[in-house]
């Protein structure tokens, strides 16, 4: 039976996958939702986001493309959640949890889900009934801008049970994708939370004038600090120096694609938080991220210097210049 996915989402990473899927050799059929009319008839008539990644050919059937979600999810065995975790509870506010019965739920979603402080896998099964074996995970290194230049990129997607994960990932392959496979769903997940919240405060401090030395300090205080987290949250044996852990701690932290680092550094310079949102005119997951694990940590009372110097700076208006001085006599 031919596969048929559907991809919920019309930003850069969004546009991104399906480039991916579209360029697999694999027979599949690839549905796509996204809002934006303007940009639909765009891509059915120049085969290009005109938004996002506008160099990227799209090679999609053109009665697969639509604003109606329900009738896009309706048609896919995968479904693929692609938009910035603080409108997912929009997106979704038509669908039932029967329309998603039955079906493979994929997040590509880097962040936590605001308000009910949920990584995506948990609102899912919570709000969704979607069992955890229907649930997958894409993590890894990979910024949509260089998939665009087809440079060589990793990719992991987690499920509990593997085998589906497999699956997914052989439609995903390509010759500058590779993919490995993970059961580990909660730890890529809340590990993709993080790494946001860390770009943030490498951003912060490359605007307030540390050098790389520091840099190199602050991040692998970083992944010690994922590893604290994850292993408190969910204990199984993972090796944390991994692509899906620390290869994307290292990219969003380092490169500059990275909209969090873009809008840490734009704080660090002086910005305000709004007008820093308003410049990028894009979604830093990270700022969202950094208040909702502040508020999940409270259950676990894990130490985690960074993200609370990150949320003090972002949410308690506390001077960059003096929390990141107060963070660095606290790491090694």
């Given at each position: 039976?031919?596969?048929?996915?559907?991809?919920?989402g019309g930003?850069?990473?969004?546009?991104?996958i399906?480039k991916?899927l579209?360029?697999?050799?694999?027979?599949k059929?690839?549905?796509?939702?996204?809002?934006?009319?303007t940009?639909?008839?765009?891509i059915?008539?120049?085969?290009?986001n005109?938004?996002y990644?506008?160099?990227?050919?799209?090679?999609l059937?053109?009665?697969?493309?639509?604003s109606?979600?329900r009738?896009?999810i309706?048609s896919?065995?995968?479904?693929?959640?692609n938009?910035?975790?603080?409108?997912l509870?929009e997106?979704l506010?038509?669908i039932t949890?029967d329309?998603?019965k039955?079906?493979k739920?994929?997040s590509?979603?880097?962040g936590i889900?605001?308000?009910?402080?949920?990584?995506?896998g948990?609102?899912l099964?919570?709000?969704?009934n979607?069992?955890?074996?229907?649930i997958l995970?894409?993590?890894?290194?990979?910024?949509?801008?260089?998939?665009?230049?087809?440079?060589?990129?990793?990719?992991?997607?987690?499920?509990?049970?593997?085998?589906?994960?497999a699956?997914f990932a052989?439609l995903?392959?390509t010759?500058?994708?590779k993919t490995?496979v993970?059961?580990?769903?909660?730890?890529?997940?809340?590990?993709?939370?993080l790494?946001?919240?860390?770009?943030?405060?490498?951003?912060?401090c490359?605007?307030?004038g540390y050098g790389d030395?520091f840099?190199a300090?602050l991040i692998?205080?970083a992944?010690s600090e994922m590893?604290r987290?994850?292993?408190?949250v969910?204990?199984i044996?993972?090796?944390i120096?991994?692509?899906a852990?620390?290869?994307?701690?290292l990219v969003?932290?380092?490169s500059?694609?990275?909209?969090?680092r873009t809008?840490?550094n734009?704080?660090?310079k002086?910005?305000t938080?709004?007008s820093?949102?308003l410049?990028?005119?894009m979604?830093?997951e990270?700022?969202?991220?950094a208040?909702c694990?502040?508020i999940?940590?409270q259950?676990y009372?894990?130490?985690m210097?960074?993200?609370k110097?990150?949320?003090?700076?972002?949410y308690?208006k506390r001077?960059?210049?003096?929390?990141?001085?107060?963070?660095?006599?606290?790491?090694?």
């Amino acid at each position: 039976m031919v596969p048929k996915i559907a991809m919920i989402g019309g930003g850069s990473w969004a546009t991104a996958i399906v480039k991916m899927l579209a360029d697999n050799l694999s027979e599949k059929e690839i549905f796509w939702w996204m809002r934006n009319e303007t940009a639909i008839e765009h891509i059915k008539k120049f085969k290009h986001n005109p938004h996002y990644l506008s160099s990227v050919e799209l090679k999609l059937n053109h009665d697969h493309i639509s604003s109606d979600i329900r009738s896009i999810i309706e048609s896919a065995d995968f479904v693929i959640l692609n938009v910035p975790a603080a409108f997912l509870k929009e997106t979704l506010s038509t669908i039932t949890p029967d329309d998603l019965k039955g079906k493979k739920i994929v997040s590509a979603i880097k962040g936590i889900v605001p308000e009910d402080n949920l990584i995506i896998g948990e609102f899912l099964h919570e709000k969704y009934n979607i069992p955890y074996h229907d649930i997958l995970v894409v993590s890894g290194p990979c910024h949509a801008e260089e998939v665009a230049f087809e440079k060589l990129s990793y990719l992991t997607i987690a499920c509990t049970d593997v085998e589906k994960a497999a699956a997914f990932a052989s439609l995903l392959s390509t010759r500058y994708i590779k993919t490995n496979v993970s059961d580990d769903i909660f730890g890529t997940e809340y590990a993709a939370v993080l790494k946001n919240i860390y770009a943030v405060a490498s951003g912060i401090c490359h605007g307030l004038g540390y050098g790389d030395n520091f840099q190199a300090v602050l991040i692998s205080n970083a992944i010690s600090e994922m590893k604290r987290f994850v292993d408190v949250v969910h204990p199984i044996d993972r090796d944390i120096k991994e692509s899906a852990y620390l290869g994307d701690l290292l990219v969003t932290a380092y490169s500059q694609f990275s909209r969090n680092r873009t809008f840490g550094n734009m704080v660090g310079k002086g910005y305000t938080v709004k007008s820093a949102q308003l410049e990028m005119n894009m979604v830093a997951e990270g700022y969202y991220a950094a208040k909702c694990m502040h508020i999940k940590n409270q259950e676990y009372h894990v130490d985690m210097p960074i993200c609370k110097a990150v949320h003090n700076i972002i949410y308690e208006k506390r001077s960059p210049q003096i929390e990141m001085k107060l963070l660095a006599e606290k790491l090694s």
